[in-house]
């Protein structure tokens, strides 16, 4: 549905050289099919659109625990934070989002001309904190930034 699918155009880019450590998992809206892939890793990134109310484009970082809290910023990342439901609590991973602030949402298969041109960028950043998530040893060691904090 035009920007809100973001993550899946950013999955196929980043499925065609995986981030060293890194398994991408393409999951558009099959949320119960990502249930055995939260069970078997202790950290999850998640890209979607989430509106916090910037510019087009704009690109956030933040935990599921912030958007629990700030609910309805995006589409899809309460239907994976609510497949934990379905997960041992023993199992449950660290999960984060790369939000990516949309410019419309509508019946399309195609981004629009701003979130097109930011998709490189959306692609780079989300290796690189794949790169950093699968290096840090624990939860304490990744920055938390809430709903509405840009990442550079």
Known sequence: MADDGIGVHAARRLAKAPPPGATVVDVGT???SVVPF??????????DAMDAGRPPGTLYRCRAAAIDAAK???LHEMGVVSML????????PEIHFLGVQPERIEFSLDLSPRLAEVLPAVVAKASEL??????SPGPD???DQG??????
């Open 85 to 92: 439901r379905f997960v041992d609590p023993a199992k449950w």
């Open 147 to 152: 709903i509405g904090d840009k990442v550079d």
């Open 72 to 74: 309805g910023n995006s």
């Open 38 to 47: 939260l069970e078997e890793h202790s950290k999850v990134l998640v890209i």
């Open 141 to 143: 060691q990744v920055p």
């Open 130 to 135: 794949a790169i950093e998530l699968s290096a």
């Open 30 to 32: 099959d949320f119960m």
